[in-house]
């Protein structure tokens, strides 16, 4: 009978750690699996530097969920929590760092990583990295397949049942990154527009309402409300997919095009079991809406009723693997203990 580990990580407390870099997608993500979290019992501490965008994505705060600055991390009254999460490896302050490395029972430290469709997800999910001191650090990557962590999707999250239509129209919501089809879709789209904060905006020609800053709930519903979605970076794309619109996703853009791998990998996913002249037509309004090809001349829009049913398969498929929160709390349940 093999022996039980002396010291049991303590997985009721957790500190997560957050930069918000150039845009609020870090802090959404942040922001939303510490409030799930949270709402399965976990005391949850959620350290960030650049806080001030809550009060209108979460005003209500959420029970559990404790804000903290980022840097005062450092101070040495703080007691590092049961299980350490840095996402997308903003690493927490030295001393912190320094504090865990000789706190017992050892916290359990994770590294939770930016989202990809990438075949390469799978083969580094999981993984442990050596640190000084005799730490582990454990990679932690989210993904679209039961190898990778999964997905945010909280227990209460009602999927929106399917909005059948023949073809295009009515209202699609545009939150991008600086983007020259713009004026395209703007044009070419038979229905309205609602713009959402940051480029969608910062065009006044641009027709379409002007929508201000909504909370993460007041944005799933915008999603929901859509008939087409242009979304963007991680957070959004991934309530896209549980609205089950039609949707265009902008990558995070890199230097010398290097986002049309994600692309690329993303759009593979959501064709799966299509027929091939849809999926070409997709794949090319994906590829210009991401700056790798032109605008596609009329008709700009694959055929309709084929983008809804490949996205509401995708949704179903997605939806019956384990959510990412469930994974990361077995996850840090089943590491080994110092």
């Known amino acids: 009978m093999s022996a039980m580990p002396t010291h049991a990580p303590d997985t009721a407390s957790w500190d997560l750690f957050c930069r918000v870099v150039d845009n609020h997608g870090d802090l959404g993500f942040g922001w939303r699996l510490a409030a799930d979290l949270a709402a399965r019992g976990k005391r949850v501490r959620l350290w960030v530097d650049e806080a001030s965008a809550l009060a209108w994505m979460a ?34 302050p030295p001393r912190f760092v320094d504090r865990m490395a000789v706190t017992r029972p050892a916290p359990v430290w994770i590294d939770v990583e930016y989202l990809s469709a990438e075949d390469w997800v799978e083969r580094s999910h999981a993984l442990p990295s050596p640190q000084p001191g005799g730490m582990l650090r454990w990679f932690f990557f989210p993904g679209f397949t039961p190898l990778t962590g999964g997905l945010l999707r909280e227990p209460t999250l009602a999927l929106p049942p399917a909005l059948p239509a023949p073809e295009p129209g009515g209202a699609a919501s545009v939150f991008c990154y600086a983007n020259p089809m713009l004026a395209a879709l703007a044009r070419d789209w038979p229905g309205s527009l609602r713009l959402c ?4 905006q910062a065009d006044p020609s641009l027709p379409g309402e002007r929508l201000p800053w909504a909370s993460q709930a007041g944005y799933d519903a915008l999603l929901a409300g859509c008939a087409l979605n242009a979304v963007r970076g991680e957070d ?69 009723p084929a983008w809804q049913a490949a996205c509401l398969r995708w949704r179903e498929r997605l939806a019956a693997q384990t959510d990412l929160t469930t994974q990361l709390i077995r996850f840090a349940a089943t590491r080994p203990a110092a």
Do not use: H
Request: glycine share 12%; net charge positive; with cysteine.
């Open 59 to 92: 005003p209500g705060g959420a029970a559990g969920v404790r804000v903290c600055d980022f840097d005062a991390a450092a101070a040495d009254a703080v007691r590092p929590a049961g299980v350490v999460v840095e996402l997308f490896g903003c690493r927490p």
């Open 197 to 200: 904060p940051g480029p969608a």
């Open 236 to 304: 959004s794309l991934v309530r896209a997919i549980w609205a089950g619109r039609p949707f265009l996703w902008q990558a995070y853009p890199l230097q010398g095009g290097a986002q049309r791998a994600k692309v690329d990998a993303m759009l593979d996913r959501l064709l799966e079991g299509t027929n091939g002249r849809f999926a070409a037509s997709l794949r090319r309004l994906w590829w210009a809406w991401n700056g790798f090809a032109a605008w596609p001349e009329p008709p700009v829009w694959p055929d309709w």
